[in-house]
């Protein structure tokens, strides 16, 4: 494999001997076994031997909840998630109800604790038309220059970069960071566009079109008019794209990306660096890009399985996933399974409800029904060859891949948008975490290495 010199790409072939022999050299300094986690009662994954969270901080702004505690066993329930104490579920069907885009409301129910008035809500959304358009020549500055195969890569680049337009980047008063955190959620939706757009033309040969947003629109139609060349969308397609940004909005504190934004912030450092590693860690693939893993793996059994309304045919071959013979051989069965939800994940749920009637409509029934197979066959394959009777549901990552592409969204624009919704949840997190805590996030490592005296240079061997 021939690594990337920037100084000189003649060296290419000799620079991988040189960085393969030193990493020969250093595998085993990386090699921890697994028994020493137990021996010093390690909290892999700050999660307790019952699967449960360790404690890390109290907040007012989510619950996900999904089993109790009954007399010392994790008992499974329903899940459900509130914002600021009110269902999501709730929010979803009422703004279904009531013919309403709903996301910037609940950005501002994640913001200041409360759901608005008509008035309140209004002078919101008029900031948030005003925040959304990118600073002078930030396009051409940023988002075009060095441009980037990652498009959340590129984002957190563009994150970052905002605060070089900030005029007042590092105050933290509550009213400067609800400033930058409104200037993100109007503003990230216009860089993940435009840096597609670049994507598009530099890695794909397509012209290239950068849209600015539209006044009075909301963030899903904005979205779906910068996001396409000729800027068209259906009022169906605006909906349910809303819908899903409700639903992705927030999950709490203890997620990985809402947890890295809490890390930095309790550091003191400025709001772009804190939304900047949160990026970073939503992109991974045991995170948010969890979503693309789901994708591929579907694709992958309909090429593989001959006919997917075999019950036995879709376990054998999800079987094979499982052992690590099939898909990506990393064993995992994605889309299915959750850190806190048990029996049901409520987003999960909530998607699968209001995608059905899309799905038919647009000619993807035998998808749809390929995902409700997964969902409903996995916890039967986890039985049968893995010996264990864990309850298991479907996650909210099974659906939302197969609603972004009834929405031809592209693949690579799956996770920016998870971005887009969740950045209102980071940013309220952030506040919290500052104006709250008070104290710098710093848990204990065990160090395992034996003692070392020094050897100089010319003795050692």
């Not at 040969?205 to 259906?234: I, V």
């Not at 999960?348 to 998808?367: C, I, N, T």
């Not at 659906?399 to 948008?417: K, Q, W």
Request: charged share 25%.
């Amino acid at each position: 494999m021939a690594y990337l010199d920037h100084t000189a790409d003649t060296y290419d072939a000799e620079n991988a001997e040189i960085l393969d022999e030193l990493v020969a050299a250093s595998r085993k300094e990386y090699q921890i076994p697994s028994a020493t986690f137990d021996n010093y009662r390690v909290k892999r994954g700050l999660r307790e031997p019952d699967g449960t969270g360790v404690m890390a901080g109290v907040t007012r702004i989510c619950n996900a909840h999904g089993y109790i505690i009954d007399e010392g066993e994790r008992t499974p329930v329903d899940g459900r998630l509130y914002y600021r104490g009110y269902r999501m579920s709730d929010l979803c069907e009422n703004f279904v109800k009531e013919n309403r885009f709903g996301f910037a409301e609940c950005c501002y129910l994640l913001f200041f604790g409360h759901l608005p008035t008509a008035p309140q809500l209004e002078r919101f959304t008029t900031l948030l038309d005003r925040y959304a358009r990118l600073p002078a020549r930030f396009d051409e500055d940023i988002l075009m220059k060095a441009p980037s195969p990652s498009i959340m890569n590129k984002m957190a680049t563009g994150v970052l970069s905002l605060y070089a337009y900030d005029d007042n980047p590092d105050e933290t008063s509550l009213s400067n960071m609800i400033r930058q955190s409104m200037q993100l959620v109007a503003r990230l939706p216009v860089i993940a566009a435009h840096t597609y757009a670049v994507y598009r033309n530099v890695y794909g040969g397509h012209s290239l079109n950068l849209h600015n947003p539209k006044d009075g629109l909301a963030t899903a139609e904005n979205f779906l008019r910068m996001l396409r060349p000729d800027k068209q969308y259906t009022e169906e397609e605006a909906r349910l794209l809303d819908l899903c940004l409700v639903i992705h909005a927030e999950h709490g504190g203890g997620n990985n990306s809402s947890f890295a934004c809490r890390v930095l912030s309790s550091s003191g450092t400025d709001t772009y660096s804190a939304i900047g590693a949160a990026i970073g860690s939503l992109k991974g693939p045991r995170h948010g890009g969890a979503n693309l893993k789901v994708q591929e793996m579907f694709d992958c059994i309909k090429e593989n399985v001959r006919d997917p309304k075999d019950d036995e045919e879709m376990m054998n071959y999800l079987s094979m996933i499982l052992r690590g013979e099939a898909n990506d051989h990393t064993g995992l069965i994605y889309g299915m399974g959750h850190a806190i939800y048990t029996k049901s994940d409520p987003r999960a749920v909530m998607l699968k409800k209001h995608a059905r009637k899309l799905a038919e409509k647009k000619g993807y029934g035998d998808d749809f029904a390929l995902l409700e197979s997964i969902e409903r066959l996995t916890p039967e394959v986890f039985r049968r060859y893995k010996g264990t009777n864990k309850e298991m549901c479907a996650n909210v990552d099974l659906y939302s891949g197969l609603i972004y592409r009834m929405l031809n969204i592209p693949t690579c624009m799956y996770t920016p948008l998870f971005a887009i919704a969740r950045v209102s949840g980071w940013c309220a997190h952030r506040i919290e975490e500052y104006t709250t805590a008070k104290k710098i996030i710093r848990p204990a490592y065990k160090c395992i290495t034996e003692r070392q005296e020094y050897i100089p240079l010319n003795e050692r061997t």
